[in-house]
């Protein structure tokens, strides 16, 4: 069964300390990766889109790299507004599976 | 109005009730699909539906009842709701299904069941 794992479950940051995330995925013949960021009480905005091994996108603070197992999503010198959940789901077929997220706080 | 919106943002309703959530598109897209996300769990799908065609129903209770009358709205019909029924229900909607593309999502409806 195709599977979304995300880690750490909560982060903690101080502003400017970088830091990943992480999502490890089983899954037979990925389609696509995507990465979504989610504030409270609002649905999830996308962020990225990863198709192949090796594959890397930027926007302003973030870059996600993927692997055949897993990708990340490196933080540069976050800011107290980066503080979001980061939802990573993997497509296979039809459907997107996703992670539980992981819960990102960055404190000035 | 862009994007993909949803109403009613909140809605708290008894276990005897009958409501409606409404989500609309603006994207021009050909697919829709209701989640359901509770607190800590990932996102759970509820419903797909591709050129308004049901293309899944992923072993959701009957209470829940979709309707897709056009491929820019999708609605979602509830009655005689459990209150473990209590979650964000989001609406997204991609170019196509099982397609090399990204959803979109609503804001949700925030569902309390009393």
């Known amino acids: 069964e195709d599977q979304v794992t995300q880690s750490p479950e909560a982060l903690r940051l101080q502003e400017g300390e970088s830091s990943s995330l992480n999502c490890s995925y089983t899954v037979s013949g990925l389609r696509g990766l995507f990465w979504y960021r989610q504030d409270p009480g609002k649905g999830p905005e996308f962020l990225f889109t990863l198709y192949s091994a090796g594959e890397e996108k930027e926007k302003e603070r973030l870059k996600a790299t993927l692997t055949k197992k897993e990708s990340f999503l490196h933080i540069t010198a976050p800011k107290p507004e980066d503080s979001a959940t980061y939802l990573c789901?993997?497509?296979?077929?039809?459907?997107?599976?996703f992670g539980a997220g992981t819960r990102l706080t960055v404190k000035p | 109005e862009t994007g993909v919106t949803q109403t009613p943002r909140h809605l708290v309703m008894g276990m005897t009730n009958k409501k409606s959530l409404k989500c609309e598109q603006h994207?021009?897209?050909?697919?829709m699909y209701w989640y359901k996300q509770s607190a800590k769990k990932p996102l759970e799908l509820m419903f797909v539906y591709s050129l308004e065609e049901r293309v899944e129903n992923n072993s959701v209770p009957s209470r829940f009842s979709p309707e897709c009358p056009n491929s820019s709205h999708l609605f979602l019909h509830l009655h005689t709701l459990q209150p473990e029924d209590s979650a964000l229900y989001l609406c997204?909607?991609?170019?196509?299904?099982?397609?090399?593309?990204?959803?979109?999502f609503g804001p949700g409806t925030r569902l309390t069941v009393l």
């Open positions: 789901a993997v497509q296979a077929g039809g459907d997107m599976r």
């Open positions: 997204a909607s991609s170019q196509e299904w099982a397609g090399y593309n990204e959803q979109f």
């Open positions: 994207l021009g897209h050909n697919a």
